[in-house]
């Protein structure tokens, strides 16, 4: 079915429409795996899109979405905005940290193997593209698949396990082998100390918290007060919220950024700002 809305874009065309679905051929996107995933992560960001899947080979884009909080006017509106920027910047095919570079003669002899880990640390849709786009970005891997549901990724390259692990590492994230039966055990005991340490975090923050904002609601003029309500902040910040620091460091690193990076920035701000 040919869509009437084929001439709605300007850096793309829309080749068919449906009530929850749009499916787009952009030029922007032709044989760029990297300003697809891009793409991606940038539309599973906004409220009223569902899933998003791109085909780079063939430029194309899909798109379902919720017509109620995200009407298709205003979609194709964003779409516009976001392919134009992407036109316009330039992306490296390697990064320029030192540990991911071209491919050395002990890289090159080893065989291309699949492995199946499982990925610690992800917080949402837009983590596992980004960890499959800095994976992608390393000349020794040839395709990646992280799922943030499962929270496995599913990589195939000319690295040793160790290697491939200590990439994902550096992105802030952990990475671990599933090769056995326990492996994968320790892998549930784990998930069950992450939450449980999660848990801490939030019932402390939670009850920091209350008190903190109670301060500044009453806005008092000591300077008593404002030192208590900073001193209660920072086991909140320092502690409670240490592992989105962790991670948008690490990132910084990679010269990158996620979800992560802005809560760290944002936290790290209005902290600063107390003193």
């Known amino acids: 079915m040919k869509s009437s809305h084929a001439g709605s874009l300007t850096h793309g065309k829309v080749v068919h429409a449906l009530s929850r679905r749009v499916r787009i051929i952009s030029p922007v996107l032709l044989?760029?795996?990297?300003r697809a995933c891009v793409l991606e992560i940038l539309l599973q960001k906004r409220d009223g899109i569902e899933k998003v899947r791109t085909v780079p080979d063939i430029a194309c884009l899909v798109i379902?979405?919720?017509?109620?909080?995200?009407?298709?006017?205003?979609?194709?509106?964003?779409?516009?905005?976001?392919?134009?920027?992407?036109?316009?910047?330039?992306?490296?095919?390697?990064?320029?940290?030192?540990?991911?570079?071209?491919?050395?003669?002990?890289?090159?002899?080893?065989a291309e193997q699949e492995f199946n880990l499982t990925v610690d640390g992800m917080s949402c849709v837009s983590c596992a593209l980004l960890i499959e786009m800095l994976l992608m970005r390393d000349p020794r891997i040839s395709s990646a698949?992280?799922?943030?549901?499962s929270e496995m990724a599913s990589v195939t390259g000319r690295v040793?396990?160790?290697?491939?692990?200590?990439?994902?590492?550096?992105?802030?994230?952990?990475?671990?082998?599933?090769?056995?039966?326990?492996?994968?055990?320790i892998m549930i005991v784990r998930e069950k100390k992450r939450l449980s340490d999660a848990r801490r975090r939030a019932v402390l923050s939670a009850v920091l918290s209350l008190p903190v904002m109670m301060i500044g609601m009453?806005?008092?003029?000591?300077?008593?007060?404002?030192?208590?309500?900073?001193?209660?902040?920072?086991?909140?910040?320092?502690?409670?919220?240490?592992?989105?620091?962790?991670k948008a460091i690490k990132l910084a690193q990679q010269r990158a950024t996620n979800m992560d990076s802005l809560i760290a920035l944002g936290v790290g701000s209005s902290y600063m700002a107390i003193v």
């Not at 044989?31 to 990297?34: G, S």
């Not at 940290?97 to 002899?109: F, H, I, V």
């Not at 007060?225 to 320092?238: C, E, F, K, M, S």
């Open 218 to 246: 009453a806005s008092p003029a000591s300077r008593v007060w404002h030192w208590a309500q900073h001193l209660l902040a920072t086991p909140i910040v320092l502690w409670a919220g240490w592992p989105f620091f962790e």
């Open 64 to 110: 379902y979405f919720d017509p109620n909080k995200l009407p298709k006017a205003k979609l194709f509106t964003l779409l516009d905005a976001l392919l134009a920027n992407l036109g316009k910047r330039k992306f490296t095919t390697t990064l320029s940290n030192s540990k991911q570079m071209a491919p050395t003669e002990g890289d090159l002899s080893l």
């Open 31 to 34: 044989k760029d795996p990297e």
């Open 145 to 149: 698949n992280v799922n943030y549901a």
């Open 160 to 185: 040793s396990k160790e290697t491939l692990c200590a990439l994902i590492d550096n992105m802030g994230y952990k990475a671990h082998s599933l090769d056995s039966l326990a492996q994968r055990q």
